[in-house]
C-alpha cells in the first residue's frame, strides 16, 4: 500500500537532500515498480482552443490574455479521430484531448463521448481535459470507456489564488472526486516556474501525495512562457524568476519518491530544455512524455528530436499493454 499521509516535513527534507541522493533515491524508487528505460509516449490535440472564460495567469487560451491567439469551435469527430490515427502511427499509446473550457455543456457531451469511443475503438488509450465535471459528466465519460481524465491542481493550494482567481482549489478538487468515484483513471499534476517559492513546490507535492488515492499519472510542467499571460510577461520581465533546472528536477524527483507507482510525465517546457536535463528528468523517475511538435497551442520537441534523445539514451518508448501488465501485476 503506497503512503498517502506524508506530512510537509518530510516532502521539504526530500527536497533538501543533496542533489546525488536525492536523485539516486527517485530512481531506486522508479526501479521497483518500472523498467527504467521505458518512457511512456501521450499526443495531445486542442479540440477546442482560446476564449476560456477563466483566468489562470499562465494560459494563453484565457479571454483575459492578451496574446492574439485565434478562438475556435469544438472540433468535429472525423478531424479528431484522424489526428488520433496519425498519432497511433507516431508511435504513440495515448490520445490526449484537451478543451478551453470552464467545464463542458451538457450539448458537447455527445461529441465528446464520440470521440472517446472512436480513439478507444482505434486501439489507444484516451485522456480528455475539460475543465470542471459534475458527477453525472463524469458518469457519461466512464461510461463512454475513457481511461483517463486530466484536471491539474497547478500549485500549492495558498498560492492557488494568486494564479486564478475565477474557481477555488477546492473546484478543483471535487472534479478529482467526481472523476475517481466514476472509475476513470486521474491524471492530475501542474507547473513549476512561476516563480513559486520551494515551499510552493513542498505544498504543491505534498496535496498531490495525500489525495485519497494518489493520481494515476502526474505532469510536471515547466511553464511555457507565453507573452501576454500575467505570468508569462513576469518571465519575460524578470528571468530570475525562471526555475533552475536542478530544482526542477528535484520536484519530479520528490515526486516519484512520494508516489512511487504513479506515472510522472515530463510534460509543458520540454521545448525549451536540454538533453541533459531531460536525461536528469528520466534518471529521477519521469516516465512519461508528450510526443509531437506542438503540445495543446505551444511548441513541443517534436518527433525526431525524441527520436533522436532515445537513441541518445537507449530509452525505448513504452508499449500500452506494458502500463496494463504493471497495471494488473499490482
Ligand atoms: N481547460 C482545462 C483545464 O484547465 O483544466 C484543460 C486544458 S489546460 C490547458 C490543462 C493544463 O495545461 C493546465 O492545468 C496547466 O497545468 C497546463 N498549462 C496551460 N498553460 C500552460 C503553460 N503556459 N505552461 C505550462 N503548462 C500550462
Ligand atoms: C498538462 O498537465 N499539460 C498538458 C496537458 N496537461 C493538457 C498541457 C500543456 C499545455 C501547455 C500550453 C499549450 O500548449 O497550450
Ligand atoms: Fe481555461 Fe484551462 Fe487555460 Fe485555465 S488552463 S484558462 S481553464 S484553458
Not at 40 to 67: F, H, M, R, W
Request: hydrophobic share 40%; charged share 25%; glycine share 8%.
Amino acid at each position: 500500500m503506497t503512503r498517502t499521509d506524508w506530512t510537509r516535513d518530510e516532502i521539504a527534507a526530500l527536497f533538501d537532500l543533496p542533489f546525488m541522493e536525492l536523485v539516486y533515491q527517485a530512481a531506486t524508487v522508479h526501479r521497483a515498480t518500472f523498467a527504467p528505460n521505458e518512457v511512456q509516449l501521450s499526443t495531445l490535440l486542442s479540440i477546442k482552443t482560446g476564449g476560456c472564460p477563466e483566468d489562470c495567469g499562465y494560459c494563453n487560451q484565457s479571454v483575459s490574455a492578451e496574446t492574439g491567439l485565434k478562438a475556435t469551435k469544438l472540433m468535429d469527430v472525423r478531424a479528431v479521430l484522424q489526428s488520433a490515427a496519425q498519432a497511433k502511427d507516431n508511435g504513440s499509446s495515448r490520445f490526449c484531448m484537451g478543451a478551453a473550457w470552464r467545464n463542458p455543456k451538457d450539448r458537447d457531451m455527445p461529441a465528446i463521448v464520440e470521440m472517446v469511443r472512436g480513439v478507444r475503438g482505434m486501439g489507444m488509450e484516451t485522456c480528455m481535459t475539460l475543465g470542471m465535471l459534475t458527477e453525472k459528466q463524469a458518469g457519461m465519460l466512464a461510461d463512454a470507456g475513457l481511461d483517463y481524465y486530466n484536471h491539474n491542481i497547478d500549485t500549492s493550494p495558498e498560492r492557488y489564488g494568486e494564479v486564478i482567481t475565477t474557481r477555488t482549489f477546492e473546484d478543483r478538487l471535487e472534479t478529482l472526486e467526481h472523476v475517481r468515484d466514476a472509475g476513470i483513471n486521474v491524471c492530475c499534476g501542474g507547473i513549476v516556474g512561476m516563480g513559486e517559492t520551494r515551499a510552493d513546490r513542498v505544498g504543491f507535492i505534498h496535496a498531490l501525495a495525500t489525495l485519497p488515492k494518489h493520481p494515476d499519472s502526474v505532469p510536471v510542467n515547466a511553464l511555457v512562457p507565453v507573452k501576454g499571460t500575467v505570468l508569462g510577461d513576469m518571465l519575460h520581465d524578470t528571468p530570475l524568476a525562471k526555475i533552475d533546472e536542478i530544482e526542477f528536477v528535484r520536484t519530479v524527483a520528490v515526486a516519484r519518491i512520494t508516489m512511487p507507482e504513479s506515472m510522472v510525465r515530463l510534460s509543458a517546457g520540454r521545448e525549451s530544455m536540454s538533453d541533459e536535463t531531460q536525461a536528469l528528468c528520466f534518471m529521477a523517475g519521469a516516465n512519461s512524455i508528450f510526443t509531437g511538435d506542438k503540445l495543446l497551442t505551444t511548441g513541443n520537441a517534436g518527433d525526431d528530436k525524441d527520436a533522436a534523445l532515445f537513441a541518445r539514451l537507449g530509452v525505448r518508448a513504452m508499449q500500452a499493454e506494458v502500463k496494463a501488465e504493471l497495471e494488473a501485476a499490482e
